[in-house]
């Protein structure tokens, strides 16, 4: 069963442009990640987010956890066509599980 | 450095043929293994994991099987394909002992069962 659901679905900007991606799940994670998948390939881990932390930042990325709302984002700043992928959260329940769930991933086109 | 290998990229098989996608992992040992399959369109569904050799555990009941021979090899089968195994797969890796840490995952196989 899927756990997270990412929102929007898909996402159309400008280069240069600021791109939000919401991710929300409904059942207590150990730790929330987000990966990118360009068209084709293979996932590509992205940042992780502990349930204790409430936000983090890699380079142009920076994702932010609300754990009374279970819901996660991902802000991606001065986009660049290259940034143009699907996205995807992922969420980890711990207590031994082996299981991350994936979302259906919002598909973000960044326009030259 | 880990690298992961998966092949082949895509493949196009009559139902009722026999599967076979090889995955491999250099550059670490004892590796937790994992075949996902992603619909179009769709997030990804895990369909067995691995946390040693001759390990093997199924997420859901289906036409697939998977085997781990080797440390670092992965292979996920079928004796007989059906319509409904099309599918992106995907191979997976993360560090021993390290649940629910990051995945690396490998470039994919394309499958099309016709």
């Known amino acids: 069963s899927q756990q997270g659901e990412e929102d929007p679905q898909a996402l159309s900007i400008q280069e240069g442009e600021n791109a939000t991606m919401n991710c929300s799940y409904k059942?207590?994670?150990?730790?929330l990640q987000w990966y990118r998948q360009n068209s084709g390939r293979g996932l590509v881990h992205l940042i992780l987010i502990r349930s204790n932390e409430r936000e983090k930042h890699s380079g142009r990325l920076r994702v932010t956890l609300d754990t009374s709302k279970k819901s996660s984002s991902l802000l991606i700043t001065a986009s660049r066509a290259a940034d143009t992928a699907s996205y995807f959260c992922?969420?980890?329940?711990?207590?031994?599980?082996?299981?991350?769930?994936f979302g259906k991933g919002t598909k973000l086109s960044v326009i030259p | 450095s880990q690298t992961i290998h998966q092949w082949p990229a895509t493949l196009v098989q009559p139902v009722g043929s026999p599967l076979s996608l090889e995955c491999t992992v250099e550059g670490t040992s004892n590796p937790n293994l994992y075949w996902y399959r992603q619909a179009a369109g769709r997030g990804l569904q895990l369909l067995f994991y691995s946390v040693g050799i001759g390990q093997i555990s199924s997420e859901v009941p289906q036409n697939l099987s998977a085997s781990r021979p080797q440390d670092r090899q992965f292979i996920l089968s079928s004796k007989k394909l059906l319509l409904s195994d099309s599918g992106f797969y995907l191979c997976?890796?993360?560090?021993?002992?390290?649940?629910?840490?990051?995945?690396?995952f490998g470039s994919g196989t394309q499958l099309s069962v016709l």
């Open positions: 992922a969420t980890y329940p711990g207590a031994g599980s082996y299981q991350l769930t």
């Open positions: 059942t207590s994670i150990n730790n």
């Open positions: 997976a890796w993360s560090a021993t002992g390290l649940l629910g840490e990051k995945l690396f």
